[in-house]
């Protein structure tokens, strides 16, 4: 399993893979506020956490080695790639 964050700087969007999400969103200064249980949701989404201010969990494919990647983005990202 991957985790990708994807967030929106001055040089544009960026993304990072932390090993552990729940150690990143305290460096962050941000906070789980609850876990994914929408049964509408693709099952590889099931169980992960939500993070406050971001949106996700998404499914983001995966990586070159088959795991599922797991993906956050923040409003500003999820607002320009949507638009």
Request: proline share 6%.
């Amino acid at each position: 399993m991957a985790y990708q964050i994807v967030v929106m700087t001055e040089e544009g969007m960026t993304s990072v893979f932390p090993d552990c999400i729940e150690a990143w969103v305290e460096d962050m200064g941000t906070s789980i506020t609850g876990i994914s249980s929408n049964p509408r949701t693709r099952a590889e989404l099931q169980g992960h956490p939500k993070i406050e201010g971001f949106i996700g969990p998404a499914w983001g494919g995966t990586t070159a080695h088959g795991e599922p990647v797991i993906r956050y983005e923040d409003k500003e990202t999820y607002a320009a790639l949507s638009s």
